[in-house]
Antibody
């Protein structure tokens, strides 16, 4: 069965970076885009960008350009989201999601809580 | 960017009654080439990732109870829950996948009256 398993809780200080992983299993990793979506406490869903695992192509939301880097390692079917220069308002649960052929998200990771605090 | 606006922000409905959530996009999300509206509905319960309920505006995901239905076209869409159950308490989001950047509505919190 399709699974996306994310890395664990992170606590970071302002100005630091965080790298969240998303390990895929149960399907052909390079066949489906991986998107990243975050959710601040008590807030809605915010789309961050996507990566094409087949060729590494990326698209970032304008808000995160210059601060986010999405990569993948096809040998271990894992996608990564690296966010730099963290501030307190980056405190959120970060989700990876697999884009289905139609464009919607059937499969989601369990989420990774990133807390930014001095 | 396409702006997705949901209404209401919160909603309280009695058990067994109908809940209706609206979603409006700032531009049409209908692909005329295949006549499909590129809209999905998700349900999110506390501490869980979103769960796909509806895609193409009206196609129910496998395993989703048939009390959930989606309708609408172009820029105006509706999620209807007929015969509300206690387990339907959640936040519901619409999302357009017509173009990038992908955008979500702000969410509608559904509670039991």
């Amino acid at each position: 069965q399709v699974q996306l398993v994310q890395s664990g809780v992170e606590v970071k200080k302002p100005g630091a970076s965080v790298k969240v992983s998303c390990k895929a299993s149960g399907y052909n990793f390079i066949g489906y885009y991986i998107h990243w979506v975050r959710q601040a406490p008590g807030h809605g869903l915010e789309w961050m960008g996507w990566i094409n695992p087949n060729n590494g192509g990326i698209y970032y939301a304008q808000k995160f350009q210059g601060r986010v880097t999405m990569t993948r390692d096809t040998s271990i079917s894992t996608a990564y989201m690296d966010l730099k220069r963290l501030q307190s308002d980056d405190t959120a649960v970060y989700y990876c999601a697999r884009e289905d052929i139609g464009g919607y998200y059937h499969y989601w990771g369990q989420g990774t809580l990133v807390t930014v605090s001095s | 960017d396409i702006v997705m606006t949901q209404s209401p922000d919160s909603l309280a409905v009695s058990l067994g009654e109908r809940a209706t959530i609206n979603c409006k996009s700032s531009q049409s999300i209908l692909y005329t080439s295949n006549n499909k509206n590129n809209l999905a509905w998700y349900q999110q319960k506390p501490g869980q990732p979103p769960k796909l309920l509806i895609y193409w505006a009206s196609t129910r995901e496998s395993g989703v109870p048939d009390r959930f239905s989606g309708s609408g076209s172009g820029t105006d869409f509706t999620l209807t829950i007929s015969g509300l159950q206690a387990e339907d308490v959640a936040v519901y989001y619409c999302q357009q996948f017509y173009t990038t950047p992908r955008t979500f509505g702000q969410g509608t919190r559904l509670e039991i009256k």
